[in-house]
């Protein structure tokens, strides 16, 4: 692990799940440019990574209002 990861910001677990799609924060940050030791970097990360977060609730909304749920929360659409 990479010593700027202790530079994280404090992650919900939804932006924790997203981070962790990269691999680790400093890989996210490195992914978009960022220096992971620069805080107004870190606070456009940690802009980015909660505006994905909120594009994948929408996203999930749109697809359960749209399509049915099978008994294991699957959507399907119609």
Do not use: H
Request: aromatic share 6%; hydrophobic share 30%; glycine share 6%.
């Amino acid at each position: 692990m990479p010593a700027t990861d202790a530079l994280q910001p404090p992650l919900n677990e939804a932006e924790r799940k997203v981070c962790r799609s990269f691999g680790t924060w400093t890989d996210f940050m490195q992914c978009y440019g960022l220096k992971p030791y620069d805080l107004d970097d870190v606070a456009e990360a940690k802009a980015i990574i909660s505006e994905m977060v909120k594009k994948d609730q929408e996203a999930s909304k749109t697809a359960t209002s749209s399509g049915t749920s099978n008994k294991n929360g699957e959507t399907s659409r119609r």
